[in-house]
Nanobody
Framework: QVQLVESGGGLAQAGGSLRLSCVAS????????MGWYRRTPGAQRELAAT???????NYADGVKGRFTISRDNAKNTVYLQMNSLKPEDTAVYFC??????????????WGQGTQVTVSS
């Protein structure tokens, strides 16, 4: 089992910045990819950014050049630095972790979500 606890959400003005953090605990030795997804009202959860254990990153087109994902493996923590925020970035942001379970299988874990609101 892996537990994920997010922090850092809140209110920002358009053009401002926020930094999200997510600490993983439990069976973290087998966690591979970590990342952030977001869900806007009435929409499905969508990718924001992911990062692999070696630091390979993947970003949604809408956040490229504005958001930066990073991780500190020693602290079992993943971060999302969000700059040049736009009102359309308003969403609940969920931390994500993928755990390798052997024989090619994986299990997904999700945090409880943290609200980010960007005012115009």
């Amino acid at each position: 089992q892996v537990q994920l606890v997010e922090s850092g959400g809140g209110l920002a003005q358009a053009g401002g910045s926020l930094r999200l953090s997510c600490v993983a605990s439990g069976s973290v030795f087998s966690v591979t990819t970590m990342g952030w997804y977001r869900r806007t009202p009435g929409a499905q959860r969508e990718l924001a950014a992911t990062i692999g254990t070696a630091g390979t990153t993947n970003y949604a087109d809408g956040v490229k050049g504005r958001f930066t994902i990073s991780r500190d493996n020693a602290k079992n923590t993943v971060y999302l630095q969000m700059n040049s925020l736009k009102p359309e970035d308003t969403a609940v942001y969920f931390c994500y972790a993928l755990q390798a379970q052997g024989w090619g299988s994986h299990r997904e874990y999700w945090g409880q979500g943290t609200q980010v609101t960007v005012s115009s």
